[in-house]
């Protein structure tokens, strides 16, 4: 990747507030790895499409989170797959429904045992779903490894509980994945078109979902992201900049363009962006639809109705973006404080200037940290291992501290 300490904007349009990026020609863009942990559609499908959700989540969200999360406490199962589980199985009810096998569709337990407790006691079904959900992989679950920090496993483990015959991999599974994103709608359930989300489709919104101090839902942002942020969801802002950074980062293509550190050679980089502007660096050729790594942050903020600072020029610079936030806004250092969706993250590149590059913080687990970032030879996404407060190495990156803005 080629960080700069200065980029000169020389073409920009402003469109009900929101910088719009001029120039290029489209080609095909990027749309995340294979193992499928970048959404091709981070506005979720689901959160159209599927009109009951939201009148069962508001009736029903915060009568239960108070079981999903003693539940998620004994077991490790995150209580938003158990809340997506329970949608599926019964709409969020608490109530045992006419075929009897309790709110959370404990079919085999029914067939063993039509008056075991956990079938008519809410508290007892959800920890006895949890149970069952996690022996269905418990033999990937090794050496520490918790269903929480692996979002694949989380589809396999829901896909087996739900019974593997009713699709042939957990990507094609109705119940799963239904109305994650564009091209998982109105899937087939049991040779019928479905239009209610996907258990992993509910984790995902209810991950992304505003809650207020309390910790009590209030309303649906409509965003998915790939893995669960640890310690619950982000405020409202920080969730628009997460979801606005896996967009942005999403649709950037791969292009050759000039180097700045070896003139007269080119560098392959993920970095197009066919909206974008023509950009001119000092001693440099044009750039034309170079997305450098500090627009990331600066359109995810403002396309959040939150812009980090009317002189934008001011912060293209990673330098100067740091210093940003440690004079204006928040600025945590490496282990002084926890890393959380939405911060921006101030990397060492192993250059000799202190901060050589910047991603946008997008998930915590209680083992990594996942970031989108731009300008890059290989993958838009990136994780780095966490340890506590502290961030680890990854290759030649070293995490020095998260800016974050104050609300």
Same mark, same amino acid.
């Given at each position: 990747?080629t960080?700069i ?6 073409s920009?349009a402003t ?6 990026l001029?120039?290029?020609s ?9 193992s ?8 979720? !499908?689901?959160?159209?499409? %599927? =009109?009951e959700?939201? #009148?069962? @989540?508001?009736a029903?969200?915060?009568?239960n ?12 199962v995150p209580?938003?797959?158990l809340?997506g589980?329970?949608?599926r199985?019964?709409?969020m ?8 096998e309790?709110?959370?569709g ?10 075991d407790?956990?079938?008519s ?6 920890l006895?779903? !949890?149970?069952?959900?996690? %022996? =269905?992989v418990?033999? #990937?679950? @090794? ?10 496993l ?11 015959g ?9 119940y ?7 091209g998982?709608?109105h ?7 479905d239009?209610?989300n996907?258990?992993y489709t509910?984790y995902?919104?209810?991950n992304?979902a505003?809650?207020d101090?309390?910790g009590?839902?209030?309303?649906l942002?409509g965003?998915c992201?790939g893995?669960e942020?640890?310690?619950?969801p ?7 900049v997460v979801?606005n950074?896996?967009r942005?980062?999403?649709?950037l ?6 180097s700045?550190d ?6 392959n ?14 001693g440099?050729p ?8 500090t ?27 740091a ?6 806004q928040i600025?945590i250092?490496?282990g ?6 939405g ?12 901060f050589?590059?910047?991603a946008?913080?997008t998930?915590?687990?209680?083992n990594q940290i ?5 300008d890059?030879h ?15 190495k990854?290759g030649?990156d ?9 609300q």
């Amino acid at each position: 990747m080629t960080r700069i300490a200065l980029i000169i904007l020389v073409s920009v349009a402003t469109v009900g507030g929101v910088l719009i990026l001029l120039g290029g020609s489209d080609t095909t863009p990027l749309t995340g790895d294979s193992s499928g942990n970048v959404l091709s559609n981070t506005q979720c !499908a689901g959160a159209n499409i %599927d =009109k009951e959700f939201e #009148k069962d @989540v508001t009736a029903n969200l915060n009568h239960n989170l108070a079981v999903y999360k003693q539940a998620e406490s004994a077991t490790g199962v995150p209580w938003a797959v158990l809340a997506g589980m329970h949608y599926r199985e019964s709409g969020m009810s608490p109530a045992n429904p006419p075929n009897g096998e309790g709110p959370m569709g404990l079919h085999d337990l029914h067939l063993q045992n039509p008056n075991d407790p956990a079938l008519s006691n809410f508290p007892k079904a959800v920890l006895k779903a !949890a149970t069952f959900l996690t %022996d =269905k992989v418990k033999g #990937k679950l @090794v050496g520490g490894k918790k269903l929480s920090s692996d979002p694949e496993l989380i589809k396999e483990a829901l896909w087996r509980y739900n019974g593997t015959g009713s699709a042939p991999v957990p990507d094609r599974s109705a119940y799963v994945m239904n109305n994650i994103d564009a091209g998982h709608t109105h899937m087939n359930f049991l040779g019928k078109t479905d239009s209610r989300n996907g258990a992993y489709t509910v984790y995902a919104l209810l991950n992304q979902a505003v809650y207020d101090a309390s910790g009590n839902f209030t309303a649906l942002s409509g965003t998915c992201v790939g893995f669960e942020s640890q310690g619950g969801p982000s405020s409202g802002l920080q969730a628009q900049v997460v979801a606005n950074a896996i967009r942005i980062a999403n649709e950037l293509q791969r292009r050759a363009f000039p180097s700045i550190d070896n003139p007269g050679t080119t560098v392959n980089i993920i970095a197009f962006d066919p909206r974008f502007p023509d950009l001119i660096t000092p001693g440099a050729p044009k750039q034309t639809g170079r997305l450098w790594c500090t627009y990331l942050p600066i359109l995810a903020y403002q396309q959040a109705g939150h812009p980090l600072t009317p002189n934008i020029t001011a912060l293209l610079g990673v330098q100067n973006m740091a210093e940003y936030f440690q004079k204006n806004q928040i600025y945590i250092n490496n282990g002084a404080g926890a890393p959380q969706p939405g911060d921006t993250l101030f990397i060492n590149d192993g250059r000799a200037n202190k901060f050589g590059h910047v991603a946008v913080i997008t998930a915590v687990s209680d083992n990594q940290i996942e970031v989108r970032q731009s300008d890059v030879h290989s993958k838009t996404t990136a994780n780095f291992p966490r340890q506590g407060n502290s961030l680890g190495k990854r290759g030649g990156d070293t995490p020095l501290g998260w800016g974050r803005v104050k609300q």
